[in-house]
Every structure is written in C-alpha cells, then in structure tokens.
C-alpha cells in the first residue's frame, strides 16, 4: 500500500511540472458515527440508512450504518488542502466539480484517505485554476468510495 506525501511548491507557477502526476496521499482518517449524524443533521438528511444503526443493520445492503455519500465528497477539499502546499498562494477557492461517482459505499468506522492528482492548470487573473483527480480510497478495500475532478480557484 502506497504511503501517504505531501508536495510543497514555492510558486503556484510552479505546479506546472507536476500536471499529470500524483501530488500526494492524504493520512487515513476514520469516518464514525458522529460524523455521518453531524453531517446529516446539518445538510438535514436523516435516512435512516446514515442515522439508525438497528434499522441498517436489519435493512441495509451493508448490514450497518453507510456514511453519505456527500460528506465523503465535501472531504475532497480537506484532503487536497492536506497534500498540497504552495507557499505564495493566499487563498484557494472552490470552483467546482466534474465528473464525481461514488462507486463504493463507506461503512461506519472506516478509514479513508485521499489520492489526489493534478490533471490542469491555467493561468487567470489573480493566480490560477487548478483541476485535481481525487480518489478517496477506503482502507482495505479494492473499490474507491468516491472519484472526482476537484477545481480550485489559486490566488496570489
């Protein structure tokens, strides 16, 4: 299993040697029950598949508890944010998505972690746009929970 490393950069312009590469694995955090329920009283969605851990364990496909699937994507930022450091970079903001699927839920107490690859960069005004392939891998398992093209607004 491949260890988690961070890229740091001097300049955003920098990043320009590392489009098509992996820029770094985030550390493995553990997805658990508080979570899934803050998660789900905030984005106010309380299915029962996410909040009742006796009605999944008897009803579920997985037999416990999955956490949704947009939390796992809202960490997306976090673990690009964690692996990727560019010095002269005052704020990075959310862009936007493309191309997000979930092939793999997340059980309750799993570790995840995320794979990130930067596959675009342009200059714009300010800094630059960048696009990162994330793969939010769960931990012991084949499939990944989510994939998706991150886009970050870079300024400097």
């Known amino acids: 299993m491949e260890k988690a490393f961070k890229t740091k950069v001097d300049k ?18 553990q997805i658990e029950q508080k979570n899934i329920n803050s998660f789900a009283d905030g984005t106010l969605d309380q299915q029962w598949i ?19 699937g947009f939390l796992i ?4 930022p976090k673990f690009t944010y964690d692996v990727l450091h560019i010095q002269d970079v005052e704020m990075g903001l959310n862009y936007g998505l493309d191309h997000v699927r979930f092939p793999q839920a997340v059980p309750v107490d799993s570790y995840i972690r995320g794979k990130v690859e930067l596959t675009g960069y342009e200059i714009v005004d300010g ?8 793969t939010t891998e769960i931990k012991d398992e084949e499939k990944p929970a989510c994939v998706a093209e991150f886009i970050v607004q870079l300024y400097n």
Request: net charge negative.
């Open 50 to 68: 996410y909040t009742d851990p006796v009605a999944a364990a008897d009803h579920s496909p997985y037999g416990t508890v999955v956490a949704q």
């Open 127 to 134: 800094g630059a746009r960048i696009k990162v392939h994330v």
């Open 12 to 29: 955003v312009s920098d990043l320009t040697s590392y489009v098509g590469k992996i820029v770094g694995i985030s550390e493995w955090i």
């Open 73 to 76: 994507l809202s960490l997306i």
